[in-house]
């Protein structure tokens, strides 16, 4: 049976071309690497409303509801990371020679900030584009989906849902996401 856990692979081979996924309980704590990963998608949902008086001459337009979602795979299986992930929903203990994860019947899934860093390269240069979700909960379960030993791609990789609400503590306009990207001149 062959090994491919990919925790020997440098920092830009995990981030160049994909995303880097890390998480802290709040933007100003300092964010832990989730391990080898894919985002497939990030995006920013909005729920619009129209309003309009009886015959007035035109709707009133808003936002009914938004959120930020984010969508990958996670490909390394730290126990203590995927336990603070999930907000409480499990919990990991170990000894020198295991590491269990533990869940079922909690009742509170702590939201969490998350970072997604994407660098590439342009021209020699380094750009990034970095997604801060300060306000954010895993949508799924610790989910595994495994494969055979002989397959051309054996990793057993674990599909997460990331979703991230308003953070009503902030200033009305940066409740929900950013995103920074390097500019090149």
Known sequence: MAF???????????????????SALTVGA?????????????GHNIIP???QSQNGPRPLTGIADETFTVVGEMMEYEGSTLAAIHGGSVTETNTTTLSTIIGGGNTVITRR??????????????VETIMIIPNAKMDNGINFNFKADNDTDPIAAMPFA???????????????FS???????
């Open 4 to 22: 491919n856990q990919n925790s020997l692979a440098t920092a830009a081979e995990l981030i160049l071309g994909n995303c880097k996924i890390e």
């Open 30 to 42: 300092t964010f832990v690497n989730l391990g080898n990963g894919a985002v497939t998608a990030a």
């Open 49 to 51: 409303y129209d309003a």
């Open 113 to 126: 900030a998350f970072k997604i860093t994407n660098t590439s390269m342009y021209g020699g240069s380094t």
């Open 162 to 176: 990331i979703t991230g609400i308003n953070d009503t503590t902030a200033s009305i306009g940066t409740q929900l």
């Open 179 to 185: 995103i920074t990207r390097t500019i090149l001149e």
